[in-house]
T-cell receptor, first 115, second 110 residues
Framework: SAVISQKPSRDICQRGTSLTIQCQVDSQVTMMFWYRQQPGQSLTLIATANQGSEATYESGFVIDKFPISRPNLTFSTLTVSNMSPEDSSIYLC????????????FGSGTRLTVV | QKEVEQDPGPLSVPEGAIVSLNCTYSNSAFQYFMWYRQYSRKGPELLMYTYSSGNKEDGRFTAQVDKSSKYISLFIRDSQPSDSATYLCASHTGGFKTIFGAGTRLFVKA
C-alpha cells in the first residue's frame, strides 16, 4: 500500500495566522482526503482533493478557511487559515488503498495547537 | 444520534486476555466495515476490512458484523502490550464517504 509523508508533525501557532500542511504520497493516486481528528471525537472528513479540479468540501467546511491544493497525483496541501483556538486538532491526509473505498492509508498526522 | 457509536473506554485488560471491542451503527445502507488501530501520535492503520455480514479472521484478530442488529465487533486473542492503542470502527455504503467511530482506548497490561 501507499506510504504517506505528512509534515509538519506538530506546530504551535498564534491565532489569526495560517498553517500549511503538506502531504506527499509515494505513488500516484487519484483522490486524496483530508480529515480532522478532535480529542475524543471521530475522524471528520474536511474535503476530497482530486488532481486538476477544485476540492470537494464537506458540510461545515469552506474553501476560504481550508484551502486545498492538488498540483499533481502525489502531492496535496491543506491550509488552515485565520486560525483560532477551536482549530486546535490533529489533521490527517489519507488515500484510498485499493480504490472503491476499501479502507484508507493515513499519514502520521499534524498536531496543531493554536494559542 | 451519531451514525457510528463506540464506547470510548478506556478498556484495561491483562496480557493474554481476549479483548472484545464493539460498535453500533444506525445507517442500514452501510455495507463495508473496517477496524483501524491508532497508536499515540500516529495516523490510523487499517486492521480489518469486511463486506456485509459475517466473520473475518486474520491472525489474532477477528472482525464480526451483524447487520440485523447493526453491531460490529473486533476480537483480539492473546492480547499483547503492543496491542495498546485506540481502535476505530468505520463504515460506508460503497462510496468514499466513510463514517468513523470516536475510538476505544485499549490498554493491555504486562
Amino acid at each position: 500500500s501507499a506510504v504517506i509523508s505528512q509534515k509538519p508533525s506538530r506546530d504551535i501557532c498564534q491565532r489569526g495566522t495560517s498553517l500549511t500542511i503538506q502531504c506527499q504520497v509515494d505513488s500516484q493516486v487519484t483522490m486524496m482526503f483530508w480529515y480532522r481528528q478532535q480529542p475524543g471525537q471521530s475522524l471528520t472528513l474536511i474535503a476530497t482533493a482530486n488532481q486538476g479540479s477544485e476540492a470537494t468540501y464537506e458540510s461545515g467546511f469552506v474553501i476560504d478557511k481550508f484551502p486545498i491544493s492538488r498540483p499533481n497525483l502525489t502531492f496535496s496541501t491543506l491550509t488552515v487559515s485565520n486560525m483560532s483556538p477551536e482549530d486546535s486538532s490533529i489533521y490527517l491526509c489519507s488515500v484510498d488503498r485499493q480504490g472503491a473505498g476499501y479502507g484508507y492509508t493515513f499519514g502520521s498526522g499534524t498536531r496543531l495547537t493554536v494559542v | 444520534q451519531k451514525e457510528v457509536e463506540q464506547d470510548p473506554g478506556p478498556l484495561s485488560v491483562p496480557e493474554g486476555a481476549i479483548v472484545s471491542l464493539n460498535c453500533t451503527y444506525s445507517n442500514s445502507a452501510f455495507q463495508y466495515f473496517m477496524w483501524y488501530r491508532q497508536y499515540s501520535r500516529k495516523g490510523p492503520e487499517l486492521l480489518m476490512y469486511t463486506y456485509s455480514s459475517g466473520n473475518k479472521e486474520d491472525g489474532r484478530f477477528t472482525a464480526q458484523v451483524d447487520k440485523s442488529s447493526k453491531y460490529i465487533s473486533l476480537f483480539i486473542r492473546d492480547s499483547q502490550p503492543s496491542d495498546s492503542a485506540t481502535y476505530l470502527c468505520a463504515s460506508h455504503t460503497g462510496g468514499f464517504k466513510t463514517i468513523f467511530g470516536a475510538g476505544t482506548r485499549l490498554f493491555v497490561k504486562a
